[in-house]
């Protein structure tokens, strides 16, 4: 089967490797489609973890259709679709897993597929090689797996916006104009939102912006030290938004939100995830105001059977969201790589086209 190989900064190659064999408690995944995450740009970029074991095949976004199960697996049978996401629970039981809060498991992130070691789903087929404790969710009949692939920048916005003091009525700032703020504009207006403000530096999203629910769209590049002021005139008060989304992953962004955005008291949300040291903020400037600022990370599995099923009810829906779908041979260059962005949002790999 062909896979792409991760070796390090800026090499992945296309290689040809055995099919995978489950053994018990393991199964095999036909890949339909795997999502191109900001994470597996930064680790081509050379941003990725030492506990990372090289070569290692990148890919955490994963869907596809069960081929062959192992000895002892019952839940799952050859022909199902299925999504492949990070580890359900640790087999420890720490903590975290053992409060429900699955999500930020000690041991999840270096375990999780196309992330931590075992190998992801930039490859034709996938090995789950532990069933028991895998995020795998079957997806509904009549969901489009183009859309049910989406569910890691989906959930990661549903999870944001579920831990958040967010209710009907309040006024919202969505920074970030990529999926993650996309969807967390949708799910804000599902649930109610006055005023959803949208901040971005790319003009040319605005359109599908206002499409999912933005109310107004601002560049805070262009406002500069004035975006306060802008702010505070759309919620029409002396004190700004409720509460604030920062979902751009960059510390000029979560500044913007401190600084401009949120009112006294108020909350900032962080759904990005900013690799970036933050020694801009100045907390003795915001901290007279006692804003909560919220770190959340990715999505649990409730969450993620939450999104199937409203889009099988047809509740949510993101259309334009997939900009590309392109070949495993081309996940370099069109994908990791690439030069220009303009207008690119989510871009999917189809390992069996």
Not at 50 to 69: K, S, W
Request: include cysteine; proline fraction near 7%; charged fraction near 20%.
């Amino acid at each position: 089967m062909k896979v792409a190989a991760f070796y390090g900064k800026g090499d992945v190659r296309i290689e040809e490797r055995p099919m995978p064999v489950p053994g018990p408690n393991q199964l095999v995944v036909k890949m339909d489609y795997v999502g191109v995450c900001g994470t597996d740009v930064e680790f081509y970029k050379g941003g990725y973890p030492p506990f990372l074991q090289l070569p290692m095949v990148l890919g955490h976004e994963n869907v596809g259709t069960v081929y062959a199960v192992g000895e002892g697996v019952t839940e799952f049978q050859v022909g199902d679709h299925i999504l492949c996401g990070p580890p359900s629970h640790c087999a420890e039981d720490c903590p975290s897993c053992q409060r429900g809060e699955t999500n930020i498991c000690i041991n999840g992130f270096p375990r999780t597929a196309g992330i931590g070691g075992p190998d992801g789903g930039y490859a034709e087929y996938l090995l789950v090689r532990d069933v028991k404790h895998t995020m795998l969710i079957k997806v509904p009949d009549g969901v489009d797996l183009k859309d049910a692939v989406l569910f890691d920048v989906i959930c990661v916005s549903l999870h944001g916006v579920r831990k958040s003091h967010f209710q009907v009525g309040d006024n919202v700032v969505v920074s970030g104009t990529g999926p993650i703020g996309l969807a967390a504009i949708q799910f804000l207006k599902a649930g109610g939102a006055n005023k959803i403000i949208a901040l971005g530096t790319s003009p040319s999203k605005y359109p599908i912006l206002k499409e999912y629910g933005a109310d107004y769209c601002l560049n805070p590049k262009e406002l500069g030290d004035k975006l306060g002021d802008e702010i505070r005139k759309i919620c029409g008060n002396p004190v700004g938004a409720d509460v604030v989304f920062e979902c751009a992953g960059n510390m000029n962004s979560l500044t913007n939100c401190i600084d401009y955005c949120v009112k006294p008291g108020g909350q900032v949300v962080v759904i990005g995830t900013i690799q970036e040291p933050m020694g801009n903020l100045v907390p003795g400037r915001f901290s007279i105001h006692e804003p909560e600022l919220k770190f959340t990370f990715v999505y649990t599995a409730e969450e993620v059977r939450m999104y199937l099923e409203m889009l099988a009810a047809g509740k949510i829906r993101f259309p334009g969201m997939v900009t590309d779908v392109i070949s495993l041979d081309d996940c370099v260059e069109k994908a990791l790589d690439r030069k220009d962005r303009t207008g690119m949002l989510k871009i999917l790999i189809q390992p069996n086209p």
